[in-house]
């Protein structure tokens, strides 16, 4: 069995955070290893993972002082510490089902495919209440091409967006990461990151199964910040660019780019970031000249 490197960033997880490693370490595919990056968690976070690495050996710990540049830079503190062949992303708060591991590998390896992806159910932690995406009938299993993937992303059926965005729910060839550095000065920093993972693979295999849990509640960061932080257009400009120069069809990233600037306008008017606003309408104004 190939091992597989298991990152959780972890940040005052509270009640939630056993939930999460013991979804981890009881999982079916056992030849793992769990690298855990306490980023000053000052909740009794810290001691649950001491207690987790004094009684699994496959458990790694690092503790980091608060304030070390958040989830982007926890993420960036474990990968140079893997040493498994795959790599897999688990938030703090969230849980697997217990074959989550098994059936990602398993996909890839049927596949031949350098990332397997599934699909995910989430929990309304308020509410105490599940929201599936997809029933039993909606399953299948599909290989992409990063370009066939990539027409993919702004589809809104079974929650797809979200999944495409996000880096959990996905198992990766770790030589995939070689020189991927998140951010460390964004609230968000997945929409920077998990399309350039995606233009490193050859084959990409995509699961319709909801086998990943995400807990949201009214203090999620996409609850708590700017939707602005949400749908940076940063990210976006740089993917417009880097899709455009490898020849990929860009025209959904345009469509979206356009609602990101009128998001951004709309933010930035309300907010008497002037500048800001007329720079948006600028760049409105010649992609409605030019597109």
Known sequence: ???VSVIVPVFNAGEFLRQCL?????????N???ILVNDGSTDGSAAVCEEYRQKDKRVRLVHKKLGGGGVGAARNTALPLISGDYVLFVDNDDWLEENHIEFLYQSLKESDSDIAVAN???FFQDRGTFGFHMSSEDYFRKVYTPQEWFKMQYDG???FSQCFTVPWAKLYKAQLFENIVYPEDEKVEDDYTTWKIYLMADRIVYSNSGIYFHRKSSTSVTKTVDQTYVFPLRSIEERVAILGLIGF???EELRAYRWRLQLHKDSFL???RMQDYHKCLQKLAILEKWL
């Open 1 to 3: 069995m190939e091992k």
């Open 22 to 30: 013991d979804s981890i370490l009881n999982q079916t595919y056992s």
């Open 32 to 34: 793992l290893e769990l």
């Open 120 to 122: 995910f159910t989430e």
């Open 157 to 159: 059926h079974f929650s």
């Open 249 to 251: 069809d860009i025209s």
């Open 270 to 272: 309300e907010a008497g």
